[in-house]
């Protein structure tokens, strides 16, 4: 195992720590229990955004914290779920008297510690509701999860909740933006290399040199099946069609287009992606009127890459476009 790191059971707490130093102009990174707030929490008046989960997958979710975006995230261990006492921490950390949103993704550990930590907060006279995303189409139930898997739609919920939370509305609303968002949104994707987790020291799965996995979740469970490499735009259609299928946009709808990188993908192969992928959605009747390519939910060093597809209304396009300042998004601030 080659890492740029010193001892596996220190690397949340040391990456914490060059975040922090890092950005120290908008966050706060708390330790013991670990979680990661917007400078100037909590916003008096506004609805908090907390999101979190297993570390790994950075930026999300602490890169994400800022202004127009999330006010808190927690993140466990590298692809363990937080416990419920960080996650109540930062929940009393951003309530604004507004109440507070937890965006959730769809994995046992972290809905089962949300809930609980929803739940305390709730004695302690903080209202919290949550929105559990589950955007990814490849299988019904995997391991860890129980119905579909929140994936890198989880960063669209994130983006544009929280701009609607950003303008002023109240928690019922901005909990009806999020559900929108994941209503409408899906995601597949695909993995080229395993990856290791550091405590592990070995890869989390087995592909041969030949090999792909087609659907893979972002802790490598399996997907739907693996297959012989193949050319990019031909992976590109196992990806695209599924999300077609699934999502079902009437033609002329106005979409918007994710390419997320694994970890250890070039942007070079995420935009010849991209490119195919659009002339996919273009020639199935589709507008593809805003995009995202990139590392923005990754697998560690994990080869491979997801596509999202997002059916967008003017709300939500107007929601997209608002200003977010964060250490990984920054637009129009």
Same mark, same amino acid.
């Given at each position: 195992?080659?890492?740029? +790191? ?96 937890? +965006? ?21 006279? +903080? ?5 559990? +995303? ?200």
């Amino acid at each position: 195992m080659k890492k740029l +790191i010193n001892d596996p059971e220190n690397v949340v707490a040391e990456t914490l720590a060059g975040f922090q130093a890092a950005f120290a102009d908008l966050v706060t990174v708390h330790f013991d229990p670990d979680y990661v707030v917007r400078a100037d929490a909590p916003v008096k008046g506004k609805v908090g955004l907390v999101s979190g989960g297993g570390s790994g997958h950075e930026p999300l979710h602490a890169g994400y914290v800022g202004k127009g975006m999330l006010d808190a995230a927690v993140p466990g261990a590298v692809f363990t779920s937080p416990t419920p006492d960080p996650i109540l921490e930062a929940t009393k950390a951003v309530d604004g008297g507004a109440g507070v949103l937890h +965006i959730v993704k769809n994995y046992t550990g972290d809905v089962l510690n949300f809930e609980t930590a929803a739940e305390m907060a709730d004695m302690e006279g +903080i209202t919290v509701k949550a929105v559990v +995303i589950n955007d990814d189409v490849a299988v019904e139930d995997s391991t860890w999860t129980a119905g579909r898997r929140g994936v890198a739609g989880t960063v669209l919920v994130e983006k544009i909740a929280g701009a609607a939370a950003e303008r002023g509305d109240d928690l019922d609303g901005v909990v009806a933006i999020a559900e929108k968002v994941n209503a409408q949104v899906r995601s597949m994707g695909v993995a080229l290399t395993a990856c290791t987790v550091p405590h592990a020291g070995k890869p989390s799965f087995e592909l041969g040199e030949d090999e792909i996995e087609i659907g893979i979740g972002i802790h490598g469970e399996p997907g739907r099946h693996r297959i012989p490499m193949a050319p990019a735009d031909s992976i590109t259609d196992q990806l695209v069609d599924p999300i077609l299928a699934d999502l079902k946009p009437a033609a002329g709808s106005k979409v918007l287009l994710f390419v997320n990188g694994m970890g250890g993908t070039p942007e070079a192969e995420l935009f010849i992606v991209y490119n195919h992928a659009r002339q996919r959605l273009v020639d199935a009747g589709l507008d593809v009127t805003r995009s995202l390519v990139g590392n923005y939910i990754t697998s560690l060093e994990m080869q491979g890459c997801s596509i999202t597809v997002l059916v967008l209304d003017d709300e939500l396009t107007e929601l997209w476009d608002a200003p977010v300042l964060t250490p990984a998004f920054r637009r129009g601030l």
